[in-house]
């Protein structure tokens, strides 16, 4: 079991920047893949980005270029996902998710979510 608590959400003016961050603990050791999701009121959730173990990256077209995924695998007892957001757009606005998948690739944890919104 993986319980996961995001933090860093807020409100912030178009252009802004905000870092979140996803406390792991638990059998942190089974994980591979942890990434973001968002869900806008009204819409499916959907990808943000994707971190595997080993460093690689995966971001969605609308991110691109404004938003970097990072994790910190170096304590033993908790890892940490960062999703650093700058540049953040109105439609940004959403409840941001972190998920971690165990190496299986059967299980999924989501943490609570935490509330991003970018004013005009």
């Known amino acids: 079991q993986v319980q996961l608590v995001e933090s860093g959400g807020g409100l912030v003016q178009a252009g802004g920047s905000l870092r979140l961050s996803c406390a792991a603990s638990?059998?942190?050791?089974?994980?591979?893949?942890m990434g973001w999701y968002r869900q806008a009121p009204g819409k499916q959730r959907e990808l943000v980005a994707l971190?595997?173990?080993?460093?690689?990256?995966?971001?969605?077209d609308s991110v691109k270029g404004r938003v970097t995924i990072s994790r910190d695998n170096t304590k033993n007892t908790v890892y940490t996902l960062y999703l650093q957001m700058n540049s953040l757009k109105p439609e940004d606005t959403a409840v941001y998710y972190c998920?971690?998948?165990?190496?299986?690739?059967?299980?999924?944890?989501w943490g609570q979510g935490t509330q991003v919104t970018v004013t005009s």
């Open positions: 998920h971690a998948d165990d190496i299986t690739g059967y299980f999924r944890s």
């Open positions: 638990g059998r942190i050791m089974r994980i591979n893949t």
């Open positions: 971190i595997t173990s080993g460093g690689n990256t995966n971001y969605a």
